[in-house]
């Protein structure tokens, strides 16, 4: 009998870091040959993913709830029965929301796992003394105060950047035409250098760790800790939340 | 009208091929946003794809063309219309040509990109004036003579390492459960300089180029020149053909 069940990745918000997630997937497997590691679905599909941020900042267009739906569906039929999204600003409730009224209303049967309640729970549980958790974000991310929010809840206080800094520093490093991750597809020096500025920024307010929360902001900055302050990766968690569920016998034991 | 056609890929072969293949696609892309880029599948079903070179090398365990039919099936039931695989052992006609009759008989319509073919030509466009082209692969695909008997149809000489080297250093730095590359995932430092003493072994030789022949290699040489001699990387002649044949307004020009 096959205890494992296929792990689908709505991998196209971005696609680079849809990359990012696949191999933290398979980095995270216990596996010493091909035929050992999970069977996984990547959907890239970002040409019919509206952009999150830019619904959150202009709600008139179009909610993105209904593609990553509609793409969760898709992973569903080809036999995806646990999926996620690397995308921190689609898990904001006005979009994550909606998507999964959505998936409910077609009678969908799949474990979409939320990548920022795993987050925190990851922080309650890898680091239970800290109390004050800096946030880098996207803008859309940052104003509907995602991370906070949860934090609250979680009786943990969010630390996030000064408006000015938010815009030019982190958001542009993720979204600038010419140096931004999602436009060149790597990190650039100036994306890397503005975004640790950001993080030093969150230190110097009070924070004890860092989310990086938005699933571009990893690839540029891969170190678990800068300085002696731990870099928390959504997308890391979201990964090994995706195997305990597809199969929990394959998850490599944390380091 | 979409004249955006969707990419297949059976990516499990091995996994971190798979993610070599998809990041290079997305990397040879004309897209400086999200929305921009190719709508891409990515199948990562390693657990039913039997090995290739164990196949080669004991004709009688299952062929893996079967399960390659099955799975370019499974993507063109997704969606996608242009497949390929990142496995050079794969492209064996002993399995290759399986794997197309039965898709025939299947009714499939896909568009099956032969990355071998699609090397060959490559070499023929970028490099017309090389006549002998050193290989580097598993030992499968070294005792099919999958290259070998390309290039001579193509009128080119190749270069192939010597028996112990081979074994030795090559296959097993893909395949060696310690340091292999299939089994840690990433280029090791052994297996780095395995494979690249096995290149300085077919300059010696003779060889003017020298094709990465399996799509590990790539990972733990990506330049694409060593000492003046071009690595060919049929991974990335992969990336640019699928993309070419789904969008060829999309392709990134040559450097």
């Not at 990012?20 to 996984?40: C, G, M, N, R």
């Not at 239970?128 to 991310?141: A, F, K, M, N």
């Not at 906070?148 to 490093?173: G, K, M, S």
């Amino acid at each position: 009998v096959n205890q494992t069940r296929t792990i689908g990745v709505i991998a196209g918000a971005g696609p680079f870091a849809g990359l990012d997630l696949l191999k933290k997937i398979f980095e995270q497997t216990i596996a010493s040959s091909d035929q050992e590691h999970l069977d996984v679905l990547g959907l890239f599909r970002s040409s019919k993913l509206p952009d999150r941020t830019a619904y959150l900042l202009n709600p008139g267009l179009e909610n993105p709830g209904y593609a990553i739906a509609a793409q969760a569906l898709e992973l569903e039929a080809a036999g995806a029965t646990v999926v996620g999204i690397p995308c921190n600003t689609a898990h904001s409730p006005r979009i994550f929301d909606v998507a999964l009224a959505e998936l409910q209303e077609r009678g969908s049967g799949i474990t979409f796992i939320n990548m920022i309640a795993e987050t925190i729970a990851s922080i309650q549980q890898q680091h239970p003394r800290l109390r004050h958790i800096g946030i880098l974000s996207t803008t859309g991310t940052y104003r509907v105060k995602l991370y906070p929010n949860y934090l609250r809840e979680a009786h943990l206080e969010a630390i996030v950047p000064d408006e000015d800094i938010q815009q030019t520093l982190i958001h542009n490093a993720i979204y600038d035409a010419i140096y931004g991750i999602k436009a060149t597809g790597r990190a650039t020096q100036k994306a890397r250098q503005d975004l640790l500025k950001g993080f030093e920024h969150l230190v110097d307010k009070g924070a004890e760790a860092v989310i990086l929360g938005c699933t571009e902001i990893p690839l540029a900055i891969p170190e678990s800790t800068v300085g002696s302050i731990p870099a928390i990766d959504p997308t890391l968690i979201l990964a090994r939340a995706l195997i305990r569920t597809a199969n929990p016998t394959k998850l490599k034991p944390l380091p």
